[in-house]
């Protein structure tokens, strides 16, 4: 499976940005899907993620309330609209294919595929 993530770009603080994860090579309706960023100097962290069936999200600590990931299994795609953006969700930011239908109990574990990111940019 290869993903692809888009939908990155420059934004003021107070935007937002919706970004999508499309997947080929497979299909990812039967498996969770995540997002997380890296910023430079920062190790990478997790964002968000999302069970098979959209039924149960996860969402890290500094997004909640924010962010909201979504996923349509007949486009073999997942999305992350991301609101009330901040300079310190500069990133890039990456989606995931875990290897079952839940993330791991870390919500780090568990990731089978990684994807390419794109790079958001908030300017203050």
């Known amino acids: 499976v290869q993903l692809q993530a888009s939908g990155g770009g420059l934004v003021q603080a107070g935007g937002s940005l919706r970004l999508s994860c499309a997947a080929s090579?497979?299909?990812?309706?039967?498996?969770?899907m995540g997002w997380f960023r890296q910023a430079p100097g920062k190790e990478r962290e997790f964002v968000a993620a999302i069970g098979w069936n959209g039924g149960i999200t996860y969402y890290g600590d500094s997004v909640k309330g924010r962010f909201t990931i979504s996923r349509d299994n007949a486009k073999n795609t997942v999305y992350l609209q991301m609101n009330s953006l901040k300079p310190e969700d500069t990133a890039v930011y990456s989606c995931?294919?875990?290897?079952?239908?839940?993330?791991?109990?870390?919500?780090?574990?568990?990731?089978?595929?990684w994807g390419k990111g794109t790079q958001v940019t908030v300017s203050s």
């Open positions: 995931a294919a875990y290897e079952q239908a839940y993330p791991g109990t870390g919500l780090v574990e568990g990731v089978q595929y």
């Open positions: 090579g497979g299909t990812i309706s039967s498996v969770a």
